[in-house]
Nanobody, 125 residues
Framework: QVQLVEAGGGLAQAGGSLTLSCAAT????????LAWFRQAPGKDREFVAA????????YYADSMKGRFTISKDNGKNTVHLQMNSLEVEDTAVYYC??????????????????WGQGTQVTVSS
């Protein structure tokens, strides 16, 4: 059974950077995808980025392309989300999740069965 622990949230100024980490314990099989989602107050949870365990392909929500980078530590079951050029609108609770989605379902939270506890990111102007 995979368990996920996020770390690295906090307060940043607009234009600044933060890096989130998601450590997965348990066996991560090649068919898994680890994704980041976020939920801002009063809004639905939305897809941020995903990392395919087999092959290492990455996927991003359009609004995060060029600003956010998802990557994996070599030899470790830890995935990072580097967030640059932060905007006030990036303020949210960020969650990592693991599942086995097909490509067309990669961006849907229902495709993921295991979730971390979430970490708060607050961006001030």
């Amino acid at each position: 059974q995979v368990q996920l622990v996020e770390a690295g949230g906090g307060l940043a100024q607009a234009g600044g950077s933060l890096t989130l980490s998601c450590a997965a314990t348990g066996q991560m099989y090649s068919g898994y995808t680890l994704a980041w989602f976020r939920q801002a107050p009063g809004k639905d949870r939305e897809f941020v980025a995903a990392f395919r365990w087999a092959g290492g392909r990455t996927y991003y929500a359009d609004s995060m392309k060029g600003r956010f980078t998802i990557s994996k530590d070599n030899g470790k079951n830890t995935v990072h989300l580097q967030m640059n050029s932060l905007e006030v609108e990036d303020t949210a609770v960020y969650y990592c999740a693991v599942g086995r989605p097909i490509l067309s379902s990669l961006r849907f939270e229902s495709s993921y069965s295991t979730w971390g506890q979430g970490t708060q990111v607050t961006v001030s102007s």
